[in-house]
Nanobody, 129 residues
């Protein structure tokens, strides 16, 4: 059983920064591509960022490109989301997700939530204006 636990959320002023962490346990972390999504009340879950199992490929939504950075530390079984220049519209519950490696495919990052196998419980990020 794979478990994902997010942390690092909180309240920050607009223009500030936060770093989210997601620790993965239960399986070999390096076998998973990882993603971050976010959701606000009454809206669908939104893709934020993704990283391949090797860490060599990343992908971002247009709304966060240039402000957020996804990274991974396989020695710590952890994926990070560094969020800079935060805006009130970044306020949401942020979820990390894990996608088990698929062999014989050129696809290494995933942007649709139904492609992921495991999810964390979420961490609240609130950006005040």
């Amino acid at each position: 059983q794979v478990q994902l636990v997010e942390s690092g959320g909180g309240l920050v002023q607009a223009g500030g920064s936060l770093r989210l962490s997601c620790v993965v346990s239960g399986r070999t972390f390096s076998n998973y591509a990882m993603g971050w999504f976010r959701q606000t009340l009454g809206k669908e879950r939104e893709f934020v960022a993704a990283i391949s199992w090797s860490g060599s490929t990343t992908y971002y939504s247009e709304s966060v490109k240039g402000r957020f950075t996804i990274s991974r530390d396989d020695a710590k079984n952890t994926v990070y989301l560094q969020m800079n220049s935060l805006k009130p519209e970044d306020t949401a519950v942020y979820y990390c997700a894990a996608k088990e490696r698929v062999v014989h495919t050129i696809k290494v990052v995933y942007i649709h939530d139904n492609e992921y196998d495991y999810w964390g419980q979420g961490t609240q990020v609130t950006v005040s204006s």
